[in-house]
Protein backbone atom coordinates (compact mmCIF):
# COMPACT_ATOMS: atom_id res chain seq x y z
CA UNK A 1 0.00 0.00 0.00
CA UNK A 2 1.37 3.52 -1.26
CA UNK A 3 1.24 5.76 1.74
CA UNK A 4 0.59 9.53 2.07
CA UNK A 5 3.96 10.25 2.43
CA UNK A 6 5.07 8.09 -0.16
CA UNK A 7 2.72 10.08 -2.89
CA UNK A 8 4.21 13.31 -1.27
CA UNK A 9 7.49 12.43 -2.65
CA UNK A 10 6.00 12.93 -6.40
CA UNK A 11 6.24 16.30 -7.75
CA UNK A 12 2.87 16.16 -9.05
CA UNK A 13 1.32 16.03 -5.94
CA UNK A 14 2.66 19.77 -4.99
CA UNK A 15 -0.85 21.07 -6.63
CA UNK A 16 -2.78 18.42 -5.05
CA UNK A 17 -4.47 18.79 -1.54
CA UNK A 18 -4.56 16.03 1.11
CA UNK A 19 -8.20 15.70 0.26
CA UNK A 20 -7.38 14.79 -3.45
CA UNK A 21 -4.36 12.70 -2.70
CA UNK A 22 -6.16 10.34 -0.32
CA UNK A 23 -8.80 9.63 -3.26
CA UNK A 24 -5.81 8.82 -5.41
CA UNK A 25 -3.82 6.44 -3.28
CA UNK A 26 -5.93 3.17 -2.85
CA UNK A 27 -5.72 3.32 -7.02
CA UNK A 28 -2.14 3.61 -6.82
CA UNK A 29 0.17 0.54 -6.99
CA UNK A 30 4.11 0.01 -5.88
CA UNK A 31 6.34 -2.13 -7.49
CA UNK A 32 10.10 -2.87 -7.53
CA UNK A 33 12.22 -3.33 -10.51
CA UNK A 34 15.92 -4.49 -10.50
CA UNK A 35 18.50 -2.97 -12.77
CA UNK A 36 17.73 -3.54 -16.31
CA UNK A 37 14.20 -4.48 -15.99
CA UNK A 38 11.95 -2.85 -18.28
CA UNK A 39 9.18 -0.72 -17.20
CA UNK A 40 7.40 -0.56 -20.41
CA UNK A 41 8.27 -1.14 -23.91
CA UNK A 42 7.63 0.84 -27.06
CA UNK A 43 4.97 -0.05 -29.18
CA UNK A 44 3.11 -1.53 -26.32
CA UNK A 45 -0.12 0.01 -25.18
CA UNK A 46 0.30 3.54 -23.10
CA UNK A 47 -2.14 2.55 -20.28
CA UNK A 48 -0.63 3.61 -17.30
CA UNK A 49 1.04 6.38 -15.38
CA UNK A 50 4.00 6.12 -13.78
CA UNK A 51 6.07 8.09 -10.78
CA UNK A 52 9.36 7.20 -9.62
CA UNK A 53 9.71 7.30 -5.75
CA UNK A 54 13.57 5.73 -5.68
CA UNK A 55 16.02 5.13 -8.44
CA UNK A 56 16.44 5.83 -11.85
CA UNK A 57 14.40 5.50 -14.47
CA UNK A 58 16.16 5.76 -18.57
CA UNK A 59 13.90 6.56 -21.59
CA UNK A 60 15.31 5.17 -24.53
CA UNK A 61 14.70 4.73 -28.29
CA UNK A 62 16.07 1.85 -30.36
CA UNK A 63 17.20 3.68 -33.71
CA UNK A 64 19.12 0.69 -35.03
CA UNK A 65 20.36 -2.94 -33.93
CA UNK A 66 23.50 -0.60 -32.98
CA UNK A 67 22.27 2.30 -31.43
CA UNK A 68 19.60 2.83 -28.96
CA UNK A 69 19.81 6.68 -27.19
CA UNK A 70 18.78 7.69 -24.18
CA UNK A 71 16.09 10.63 -24.53
CA UNK A 72 15.58 10.94 -20.68
CA UNK A 73 16.72 10.23 -17.04
CA UNK A 74 13.86 10.04 -14.76
CA UNK A 75 14.87 10.79 -11.38
CA UNK A 76 13.06 10.10 -7.95
CA UNK A 77 10.03 12.41 -7.16
CA UNK A 78 9.15 12.40 -11.45
CA UNK A 79 6.56 11.07 -13.59
CA UNK A 80 6.76 9.41 -16.92
CA UNK A 81 4.34 7.64 -19.18
CA UNK A 82 2.58 10.75 -19.52
CA UNK A 83 1.33 9.50 -22.98
CA UNK A 84 -1.06 7.28 -21.19
CA UNK A 85 -2.80 10.33 -20.67
CA UNK A 86 -3.57 11.11 -24.08
CA UNK A 87 -5.68 7.87 -23.67
CA UNK A 88 -5.48 5.11 -26.89
CA UNK A 89 -1.77 5.52 -27.63
CA UNK A 90 1.20 3.19 -27.53
CA UNK A 91 4.79 3.80 -26.02
CA UNK A 92 6.67 5.45 -28.02
CA UNK A 93 10.13 4.66 -26.10
CA UNK A 94 11.32 1.80 -24.09
CA UNK A 95 11.58 2.97 -19.76
CA UNK A 96 14.68 0.56 -18.62
CA UNK A 97 15.55 0.94 -15.08
CA UNK A 98 19.41 1.82 -14.99
CA UNK A 99 18.84 0.77 -11.06
CA UNK A 100 17.17 -0.96 -8.95
CA UNK A 101 13.87 1.83 -8.61
CA UNK A 102 10.37 1.72 -6.92
CA UNK A 103 7.88 2.94 -9.31
CA UNK A 104 4.25 3.88 -8.37
CA UNK A 105 1.41 4.04 -11.42
CA UNK A 106 -1.62 4.15 -11.91
CA UNK A 107 -3.64 2.54 -14.49
CA UNK A 108 -5.04 5.99 -16.72
CA UNK A 109 -8.45 4.97 -16.84
CA UNK A 110 -8.99 5.31 -13.04
CA UNK A 111 -7.19 8.25 -12.91
CA UNK A 112 -9.09 10.01 -15.79
CA UNK A 113 -11.94 8.54 -13.35
CA UNK A 114 -10.85 10.14 -10.49
CA UNK A 115 -10.22 13.50 -12.38
CA UNK A 116 -13.49 13.36 -13.97
CA UNK A 117 -15.44 13.48 -10.55
CA UNK A 118 -13.46 16.41 -8.84
CA UNK A 119 -12.52 18.64 -11.65
CA UNK A 120 -10.24 20.91 -9.23
CA UNK A 121 -7.90 17.30 -9.22
CA UNK A 122 -8.18 17.41 -12.59
CA UNK A 123 -6.85 20.78 -13.60
CA UNK A 124 -4.25 20.42 -11.31
CA UNK A 125 -2.78 17.27 -12.43
CA UNK A 126 -3.38 18.54 -15.62
CA UNK A 127 -1.47 21.82 -15.49
CA UNK A 128 1.69 19.85 -13.79
CA UNK A 129 1.55 17.46 -16.62
CA UNK A 130 1.43 20.32 -19.08
CA UNK A 131 4.27 21.69 -17.25
CA UNK A 132 6.23 18.48 -17.63
CA UNK A 133 5.92 17.85 -21.29
CA UNK A 134 6.92 21.66 -22.22
CA UNK A 135 10.01 20.67 -20.40
CA UNK A 136 10.66 17.52 -22.04
CA UNK A 137 9.55 19.55 -25.49
CA UNK A 138 12.50 21.98 -24.12
CA UNK A 139 15.08 19.83 -23.94
CA UNK A 140 14.42 17.41 -26.66
CA UNK A 141 14.48 20.16 -29.32
CA UNK A 142 17.44 21.67 -27.44
CA UNK A 143 18.93 17.85 -27.62
CA UNK A 144 17.94 18.56 -31.17
CA UNK A 145 19.78 21.57 -32.06
CA UNK A 146 23.38 20.62 -30.85
CA UNK A 147 22.66 17.45 -32.63
CA UNK A 148 22.26 19.47 -35.85
CA UNK A 149 25.03 21.97 -34.97
CA UNK A 150 27.67 18.95 -34.14
CA UNK A 151 27.21 17.12 -37.95
CA UNK A 152 29.79 18.24 -40.02
CA UNK A 153 27.51 18.29 -43.30
CA UNK A 154 24.54 20.14 -41.48
CA UNK A 155 27.53 22.38 -39.78
CA UNK A 156 29.12 23.69 -43.23
CA UNK A 157 25.02 24.55 -44.57
CA UNK A 158 24.60 26.26 -41.19
CA UNK A 159 28.44 28.68 -41.67
CA UNK A 160 27.45 29.43 -45.42
CA UNK A 161 27.05 32.59 -46.14
Known sequence: MVTIDDFKTIALTQYLSDNMIKKI????????YSE??????EGHPADMFYMLKKGKVLLEKQIS????????????????GWIAMLGGQDFMVDAICSQTS???????????????????MGYNIMKKLLWVVN??????TK?????????????KLLKKE
Not at 66 to 72: K, P, R, S, Y
Request: aromatic share 8%.
Open 65 to 80: EEVTITLDSIKPGKSF
Open 135 to 140: QRLTQR
Open 36 to 41: SELVFC
Open 143 to 155: QFIKAIENYPEIN
Open 25 to 32: LPSLEIRT
Open 102 to 120: EVLSIKADTLFELMDNDSL
